[in-house]
């Protein structure tokens, strides 16, 4: 097993790995499934893989997708760290291929799939996803389709960071605060850990999160960002949009926007939320960025490769 290093400032343990497996763990993968056919890109993600066979899921976390595609007579093989989310997977139906790795180095030969999907997983390694990327291009036959999402780094998402998020972390980490609350100081050694986050960074230009206790978790993009570092890569960009603007209200804002079920991935909006997603709109709040790319069928030249956005 080939576990994502770059995931991790400090201690031994992969963080993001962890948490995102005890997350997985909590449901049960039938339940996972079910929440695949409400997604707001399914009937994308079934419109483009049924024309674009196999697939290959990169940070496939439980592996519900690939079931759920199943379904659909879609061929797909899942990869992620986790060797017990693969041991569940396989028991559940071992028929759907579940490999252990790293997305940034796929144990697939070059132009074996004609689909890839990412699933806002590249946003979590550390030196940024030009390696993710270069591998989502070499393993995809020419003239093959990937799907990736990444979060989405808005200007309101921004403002909230500044105004609101930011502080409140702060005033949850005070020392004096957590001792009145009787709970434990947080000694992670933020602003060390953090400090050396920010030092390892990929780009200056990019938003990056860390987690309560300062060590790294994902990156932002804004869609000029990623569009730009799929192009570098060797693709071409069919689609970019963002989407749940819901979500993305709830996540900069907290409970002042709304809640976020991650059990069924719903979010209930207050009064001021739905007013802010009513004048605003996905485009303008979503969650997440969507793009589809493309590996053109012949190889490129200087010539074809954009000066910019």
Known sequence: MISLETMEIGPPENRVSDSFESGFMTLTLEAQIRVCEHHTLTPLYLETFQRHQPLVEAGCGSGQW???????GIDSTGIDWSEPLRRRSLEYDPTVRFDNGDMRALPY????????????????????????????YRVLRPGGVAI????????LRGIAKKLFTGPLRRLKRSAWLRHLAHKAPVVAGNPRHYAQVIADRYREDIHLSVDFEGFFYEYYFTKDQIKEELLKAGFTIEKCFAFNGAAGL??????????????THESRLTFLGRLLHKALADEGLGH?????????AYPLTDRDIPKSI
């Open 66 to 72: 690939m079931h759920y595609f199943k379904k659909f």
């Open 288 to 296: 997440m960025i969507c793009c589809v790319v493309r590996k053109p």
């Open 109 to 136: 030969p070059n132009d074996s799939f004609g689909g890839v999907v990412a699933m806002g997983s590249p946003e979590h390694v550390l030196e940024g996803p030009a390696r993710v990327f270069q591998e989502f």
């Open 148 to 155: 990736i999402t990444v979060p989405h780094y808005f200007f």
């Open 250 to 263: 709830i996540f900069s804002f907290g409970r002042l926007a709304g809640v976020y079920d991650s059990t």
